[in-house]
């Protein structure tokens, strides 16, 4: 599985930010797919997944502001930040698990400013 992450950007704190992430590979139904976080100098970090009956689990510190959703006609996970806080930059990364292996994307770097 290839995963390839991108929306990330520059924006200020309150803002929104929508990052994608397109997976390869057939039957991506079968990919629990979730998102992960890491900032400078910290490890990194669940944000969103989908647990293996298919409802997402946040972090505490994300819930009510970021929404994880997937596409599967497109191989597609998408992650929905809103109410950006400057304590939400980081590189997030995708990362799927399939068949009991698991897969990164390359990353996504996400900016807040005060």
């Known amino acids: 599985v290839q995963l390839q992450a991108s929306g990330g950007g520059l924006v200020q704190a309150g803002g929104s930010l929508r990052l994608s992430c397109a997976a390869s590979?057939?039957?991506?139904?079968?990919?629990?797919m979730g998102w992960y976080r890491q900032a400078p100098g910290k490890q990194r970090e669940l944000v969103a997944h989908f647990s293996s009956g298919g409802s997402p689990i946040y972090a505490d510190s994300v819930k009510g502001r970021f929404t994880i959703s997937r596409d599967n006609a497109k191989n597609t996970v998408y992650l929905q930040m809103n109410s950006l806080k400057v304590e939400d930059t980081a590189v997030y990364y995708c990362n799927a698990i399939r068949y009991g292996r698991s897969y990164w994307g390359q990353g996504t770097q996400v900016t807040v400013s005060s």
């Open positions: 590979g057939s039957d991506f139904r079968v990919n629990v």
